[in-house]
């Protein structure tokens, strides 16, 4: 996927920086975008196997719905820079103790849980070919200030413990999209990129709304 995300870009900054960018028409614009956050690699047992927590049962949830503001300059109809804020969705495991009674009611009491968020804000440069009137094409690639928790199981699968972890740092992030513009100032896109967060990678599908001003 990241070989696809860098190829679309490179061929959207070529087209950008032919002839026909020399068509200005420079604006700004503001949004808003709902993300589905995924982390396919989180470890939140990284000491041991979570199954040998058994009979207690262990779930986990490596994705979560986040949210991003952004504000940005198009220098002309190809080429733009912008900055955001965003609250990543959070992952989450929990550890549970399920007992069935004899009525075959389940009731399940929380023994241990913990989750993963972040924090994080950016800078990029967008560029974007129109298909039609409608339909453009979109790359970006950025940098990624991102601050981030983590809660997991430490100890032994007999005698588990929460253990708490914090970092921060800057990581290249890079993405494509395909948006459609509804009239002249207002947009839509769906966009994907990924980036590395607390050395985890993270997969980034959300739909944006864009206005001009």
Known sequence: MKSLIYGVLLML???????????????????????????????????FDSAALAPLSFTKKTSGQG????????FNQYIAVEGGFSSLGKAKFLVANKQTDAAGKTTSTTVYKGDF????????????????????????????VWDSKLESLAGTSDAPTISKSSDSGVS??????????????VAMSLDYEQSEVFNITTKTLGVSVSIRF
Do not use: M
């Open 67 to 74: 949210v991003r503001a952004f504000v940005g300059h198009h």
């Open 172 to 185: 290249l992030l890079a993405g494509v999209g395909l948006g459609y513009g509804f009239n002249k100032k």
């Open 117 to 144: 968020s972040t924090l994080a804000a950016d800078v990029r440069g967008v560029f974007t070919y129109p298909v039609n009137a409608k339909v453009f094409l979109k790359a970006h690639l950025g940098a990624l």
């Open 13 to 47: 900054i070529f087209a950008a920086f032919d002839g026909h960018a020399e068509t200005v028409n420079p604006f700004n614009y503001y949004g808003v975008a709902l993300q589905n956050n995924s982390y396919d690699a989180i470890k939140f047992s990284p000491k």
